[in-house]
T-cell receptor, first 112, second 113 residues
């Protein structure tokens, strides 16, 4: 069922951009890519999502390759509060609804 | 605007028992999804409820069941608990029938001894 592959961990210096990669080579044409983060076993928090085009909001930017087989989440100026597990998710259609397929996530540590 | 709430926060049960977990959806949301998150893993989709009916199910056995009430709150019931059911159970609510952004609650930590 796994649709996404992410590196297990990454470090980033405070104030620098954090670039988190995700591979979703088996994604179908109508399946969206979502990013959530989870801080210390709290509920996951929505960051951003996209289908084909690059997206930007107040939290992050999402860059999706033209073939849609991979994407990168960019946190432009990482802070210590951005330390969390980041999940790249593919939203798939299933028996009348949609479900999120979570990967195992990337544990991002922002260093002072 | 009240966010998604779950109760209880923590729960300890023994193998073979039954458990009920509760979730109150965010105001204005009529869809609730339930996820199981084992330690060190990403959440796994259990099922979704929309307007009081089950509207999609993941790879979980029938002893995992649920309900959604007219106020869109929801329950997750697990019968005949097994040790592997120990996990964080997350509830997420959304507006509409599942295609929109999901807002997660803080979860219920279930330990089965």
């Amino acid at each position: 069922d796994a649709k996404t592959t992410q590196p297990p961990s990454m470090d980033c210096a405070e104030g620098r951009a954090a670039n988190l990669p995700c591979n979703h080579s088996t994604i179908s044409g109508n399946e969206y890519v979502y990013w959530y983060r989870q801080i210390h076993s709290q509920g996951p928090q929505y960051i951003i999502h996209g289908l084909k085009n690059n997206e930007t909001n107040e939290m992050a930017s999402l860059i999706i390759t033209e073939d849609r087989k991979s994407s990168t989440l960019i946190l432009p100026h990482a802070t210590l509060r951005d330390t969390a597990v980041y999940y790249c998710i593919v939203r798939v259609a299933t028996s009348g609804t949609y479900k999120y397929i979570f990967g195992t996530g990337t544990r991002l540590k922002v260093l002072a | 605007e009240t966010g998604v709430t779950q109760s209880p926060t923590h729960l300890i049960k023994t193998r073979g028992q039954q458990v009920t977990l509760r979730c109150s959806s965010q105001s204005g949301h009529n869809t609730v999804s339930w996820y199981q998150q084992a330690l060190g893993q990403g959440p796994q989709f259990i099922f979704q409820y929309y307007r009081e009916e089950e509207n999609g199910r993941g790879n979980f056995p029938p002893r995992f069941s649920g309900l959604q009430f007219p106020n869109y709150s929801s329950e997750l019931n697990v019968n005949a608990l097994e040790l592997d059911d120990s996990a964080l159970y997350l509830c997420a609510s959304s507006r509409g029938w599942g295609g929109n952004e999901q807002f997660f609650g803080p979860g219920t930590r279930l330990t089965v001894l």
